[in-house]
């Protein structure tokens, strides 16, 4: 009998979910239409583009992002790690020259390790240091903003070597979009088909179930934040690359748009529920809403505001599904 609840239980929570997310895509098609009366330069093939490089990086980061907060955790260190890692390939191509062959090769990897190595440690601070998850990554914020300033001296680095900058997008437009595609199928054949997903799915709907049913909580979750760093170390490598230059104040405020990507596209704070086509969709609406309101001349910080209550209202009826 309680085997036959759950399982009720189970079914009209999925529907639910699914309501939820076609809800999103619905939302999403009404705020293009609306956006597109106003300003018809809106669906031109330019603008689109457009819309899809500038939510590269913030799509990226929410991949991480969405893999953490599955576990019912959060990460709120990843603007921070962009700019240590970012830091850090100014840095080398400072020391081997921007025109060495190497050098765009040396710098990858080193955004790459930087980026994974903050995840880990943010993973090793929860599991071994048993703090949470708020904290230690608001440590590590902190951490590796203060890393980023020291190091560069509180200045920008460049310029950064060509394939990077190939790789931002200033020499071929369409890379960001191409690497974030590639990203977004990887990390959803990871939570779909892979034991890394199911385990994933199980911390976060109920810790202690998953612990007795012998799943490695600890590791499960430092290898979810290294690859939340591991992304932080993609998305640096395509911010630097479009801006050629490196920056220790990058990556301000992009904990939020990531986190407003995530919850829109149907992940749940409290664990257990996501998936990476709800974040991708997520990231869509942060970006077809910035634009949109760039193409009504809605200025920058108004446009905060109006992100906020899209977060606020996103986390409410997160709540109220949950409260169901």
Do not use: H
Request: glycine share 12%.
């Amino acid at each position: 009998m309680l085997a036959k609840r759950e399982k009720v239980a189970r079914v009209k929570k999925e529907r639910e979910f699914k309501i939820s997310e076609y809800f999103v895509v619905f939302g999403l098609i009404v705020m293009c239409i609306l956006i597109s009366i106003f300003r018809p330069v809106f669906f031109t093939p330019r603008n689109i583009i457009n819309v899809l490089l500038q939510i590269s990086i913030n799509g990226v980061i929410a991949i991480g992002l969405t893999m953490v907060i599955i576990t019912g955790g959060i990460d709120l260190s990843v603007g921070s790690v962009i700019a240590l890692a970012g830091v850090t390939m100014g840095l080398l191509t400072d020391a081997f020259g921007a025109e060495n062959p190497a050098t765009a090769f040396i710098c990858i990897v080193a955004a790459l390790i930087i980026g994974t190595l903050a995840g880990m440690i943010n993973g090793l601070f929860i599991t071994k240091g048993k703090l949470p998850p708020f904290i230690a990554t608001l440590g590590m914020m902190s951490i590796a903003r203060g890393l980023a300033l020291t190091i560069s001296g509180g200045k920008g680095v460049a310029p950064l070597p060509k394939l990077i900058q190939t790789l931002g997008g200033t020499g071929i437009i369409y890379i960001p979009i191409i690497v974030m595609g590639c990203v977004y199928i990887i990390a959803w054949w990871l939570l779909r088909y892979t034991k890394l997903g199911r385990n994933t799915y199980a911390i976060g709907g109920n810790n202690e179930a998953a612990i007795l049913s012998g799943i490695n909580v600890p590791i499960t979750t430092i290898k979810v934040y290294s690859i939340s760093g591991l992304c932080c170390g993609i998305a640096s490598i395509l911010l630097v690359g479009r801006l050629n230059t490196a920056q220790p104040t990058a990556g301000i405020g992009y904990e939020l748009d990531a986190i407003a990507a995530t919850v829109i596209g149907g992940t749940s704070m409290t664990g257990g529920e996501g998936k990476i086509v709800g974040t991708f969709i997520g990231a869509l609406i942060i970006g077809v809403l910035r634009n949109g309101l760039n193409l009504l001349n809605v200025s920058s910080y108004l446009q905060q505001v109006v992100i906020g209550l899209v977060i606020i209202v996103a986390v409410m009826s997160d709540t109220i599904r949950d409260k169901k």
